[in-house]
């Protein structure tokens, strides 16, 4: 999606699956009673009398936007291990973002909740009073968030609307920490290990592997998830918007044209484009409302190495460590020496990562693309692959050895992109598979909790379900130009509940090719989804 609503697109899978408008709360909840997947009329499908299925769900499934969708939904009882509902639970459908249970799971039960990466500052040549004769070398590890987003308490932070779909979702917001702060600590190790000069350059080591998705690229460097945020805030009706670029990092400057209307007037601001006169100068344009929100918009960093390495030498500035290298120059990896004499160096400075819990919560909360991916081939790099062309066959390993039937999901990537597909059954499988282990409960709390936050923030929010439903989106978005039209390629929700009565049970449930006729159809397809899911909660 784009904020210019008059705009058609292809098929993307959105970050965040979520909606910003609420459902009304669900009528009368009532189980049905029969079998039957429905009746055809004129190509439609509509939905009656699905055995298991509560029959509150049905108007909300035979809405008039999915009369050609197709609704696929298995729902299991996790102390009994009966199957309480089989709509189409064995046939395959695209789930867009909540592939990332499938990659995101796999890490969790390879390292497990409390795993940490440690990225390392190394030293080369020699100090002699104070003055380092070589190069420091920051070796990535593939931290998702480089102490940028840890709280106090040393959780992570993240908004319901993540700036990594600032562009295509308007609504996003940043967290208040700064998102350099790993750099900055470990600048301050460099300066108290001794160093106060360094005479060589300053190196990002970025060989651990190697990826990309969607044209973007995937590195084992991330600072700020690898994006520059621009925030534009209104000024006076006629006036221009102000636009603060941050991180500040040079050589990267702003140049805004938003102009500030009227209260009530539209926000229609461009996604952030370079200059054409000047590589490292970011332009935006367009209007915000003088009564509007500051709104969000961001860059994506192309060479992750390079802008990483700017903002290193920059910390170590900041800390008191003087650089002779030239701070805006293009990152030599090229003059590094092979991976195990890099290793072999002695460290400066380290860096430790949030636990895995932690960073799982990011990415299924806020439905983290690039992290989920990341995750994918920090496990390809530690079988050997630095390509991460291996990723998903690691996975495929991972999930094999504790049980799963493999074969009932093929899958491409790891953030859910189009193409990849399961089956409703597959995906309760998984969740059964981790209601089993003695970590259910951390597992549980990473994924978006409905009506209270992440991508399901909104959705059902007064309903009796919300807060007892616990589960993770999906969204693939596409365009009808013939008709005007988006076409929802997907949209999915699947997880755990504690039911009404007292029951625990995992579920899917998928809607494949719905119709809507403007972006708040999008936004309300996330609330029926989710009003299906609190009809089952309620109803058992």
Known sequence: MSGRTGRHPGTRALGRGAAVLALVATAALIAGCASGAGDTTNGAVEYADVAGLPAAALPTMNKLE???????????????GATVIDLDGDKMAEPGSFVKTYSVGAAWVKWGPDHTVTTPVKRSGTVTGGTLTGDLV??????LTMGGRTKPDGTVDFTDLDHNDANPLPGATLTKEDPLTGLNRLAAQVKASGIDRVNGDVVIDDRLFSGSLANEPITPILINQNLLDVLVT????GQPATAALTPAVSPWKLVSTVRTVAAG???DISDPEVSPEDPHTITVSGTIAADSAPALKVFVIRDPATFARTAFIEALQRAGVAVSADATAANAEASLADRSAVDALPDVATLTSLPLAEEATYVMKVSYNRGAQTLVCRLAAEAGDPTCKSGMSVLQKIWAQVGLDTKGAALIDGSGLEGN??????????????AARSDAARWKATMPILGEDGSLATVQAKSPAAGKVFAKTGTLLGGDSFNGRFRLSTKTLGGVMDTAKGRHFAFTI???QGLVSGIAGVFQANDDVGAVAAAIQQAY
Request: overall charge negative; glycine content about 8%; charged content about 15%.
């Open 234 to 237: 209104p000024g006076a009706p």
């Open 421 to 434: 597909y399961i089956t409703p059954e597959n995906a309760v499988q998984i969740q059964s598979i981790m």
């Open 510 to 512: 998928i809607m494949n």
């Open 138 to 143: 920051l070796v990535g590890q593939g931290d």
């Open 265 to 267: 007037g539209e926000t």
């Open 66 to 80: 999915y009369q050609h969708a197709r609704w696929s939904i298995s729902v299991k009882d996790l102390d009994t």
